[in-house]
């Protein structure tokens, strides 16, 4: 199983960034797919997911109304479109791949590599 994020950089506070994230090795429609993030010297902690068929999607209380995650399972991809960014935005993001509809990063089994996102003021 290999899922490749992608789409980090550098952006300016209240610009946008769209992460990607690629999976393959895994019946991609049958799992859920989340977000998670970690900021330096910080827990990781959950961003969004999405259920397999794409038609519910939960979020972090502070990512609500900015944060949109979505998925093409005919490419095996999931998204997550970041508007209105922030300073406190700034960490690792990683992709995750499971089972259930959890916030908690422990009930993923599969992890992207992650993709550094940097907001600067």
């Known amino acids: 199983v290999q899922l490749q994020a992608s789409g980090g950089g550098l952006v300016q506070a209240g610009g946008s960034l769209r992460l990607s994230c690629a999976a393959s090795?895994?019946?991609?429609?049958?799992?859920?797919m989340g977000w998670f993030r970690q900021a330096p010297g910080k827990e990781r902690e959950f961003a969004a997911r999405?259920?397999?068929?794409?038609?519910?999607?939960y979020y972090a209380d502070s990512l609500k109304g900015r944060f949109t995650i979505s998925r093409d399972n005919a490419k095996n991809t999931v998204y997550l479109q970041m508007n209105s960014l922030k300073p406190e935005d700034t960490a690792v993001y990683y992709c995750?791949?499971?089972?259930?509809?959890?916030?908690?990063?422990?009930?993923?089994?599969?992890w992207g590599q992650g993709t550094l996102v940097t907001v600067s003021s």
């Open positions: 090795g895994l019946p991609f429609s049958s799992y859920v």
């Open positions: 999405i259920s397999p068929s794409g038609g519910t999607t």
């Open positions: 995750a791949a499971g089972r259930y509809l959890a916030v908690d990063y422990k009930k993923y089994s599969y």
